[in-house]
């Protein structure tokens, strides 16, 4: 029972475009989203998250859109570089801040020069 | 800055064997975790820990052992490894979260373990 899904494995984007990202939820307790950027060998690294109270968080290229009622969240980077190529994985949790994750498959973003 | 140090970062056991992963922070976080990475399945949480002495499971507990007499360290134990058990080995820490506060869970590298 995946509780949270992204259901692109992969995306491709032209470097200078927008990249979105996007990953849906079916547990309306969670009240708190993340998402997170990971390289090979390396470990998950915090990118941005969203509170449900609110429906948009900014953080330089990167903004989170949360759609409470549709149980959906994206995120959206703008331009899209280079180094933005990584797998992307959407993270949401319930009553504890950002403990106890519960994580969505990841989608690998390749930006194309 | 060290941050969160996972050793090995790469073992193979054969079937029936134990090992123990290791994990350390030095950010004097609080609550630190065990996920697993399975191809297409994202990462699964193992099990957690909100402070010295306190340990409880998350999600896919079974045939794991954890305990935590410091602050700083976070080991995780395989009883009888299974081939079930290969998969890529994650430890994460962070400040005690409240609601809505920004306390994002920082990774080590991971361990990559396969059973023969």
């Known amino acids: 029972d995946q509780q949270v899904k992204q259901n692109s494995p992969s995306l491709s984007v032209q470097e200078g475009r927008i990249s979105i990202l996007n990953c849906d939820y079916t547990?309306?307790?969670?009240?708190?989203f993340l998402w997170y950027k990971k390289y090979p060998a390396e470990g998950p690294t915090f990118l941005i998250s969203?509170?449900?109270?609110?429906d948009k968080n900014e953080d330089g290229r990167f903004t989170v859109f949360l759609n409470k009622s549709a149980k959906h969240l994206s995120l959206h980077i703008v331009p899209s570089q280079p180094g933005d190529s990584a797998v992307y994985f959407c993270?949401?949790?319930?009553?504890?801040?950002?403990?106890?994750?519960?994580f969505g498959q990841g989608t690998r973003l390749t930006i194309n020069p | 800055n060290a941050g969160v140090t996972q050793t090995p970062k790469f073992q193979v056991l054969k079937t029936g064997q134990s090992m123990t992963l290791q994990c350390a922070q030095d950010?004097?976080?609080?609550?630190m975790s065990w996920y697993r990475q399975d191809p297409g399945m994202g990462l699964r949480l193992i099990h957690y820990s909100v402070g010295a002495g306190i340990t409880d499971q998350g999600e896919v507990p079974n045939g794991y052992n954890v305990s935590r007499s410091t602050t700083e360290d976070f080991p995780l134990r395989l009883l009888s490894a299974a081939p079930s058990q290969t998969s890529v080995y994650f430890c994460?820490?962070?400040?005690?979260?409240?609601?809505?506060?920004?306390?994002?869970?920082?990774f080590g590298d991971g361990t990559r373990l396969s059973i023969l």
């Open positions: 993270a949401a949790s319930r009553g504890q801040g950002a403990q106890k994750l519960v």
């Open positions: 994460a820490s962070s400040l005690a979260g409240v609601p809505y506060s920004n306390q994002p869970q920082h």
């Open positions: 547990n309306s307790m969670f009240d708190y």
């Open positions: 969203i509170s449900s109270i609110k």
């Open positions: 950010m004097n976080h609080e609550y």
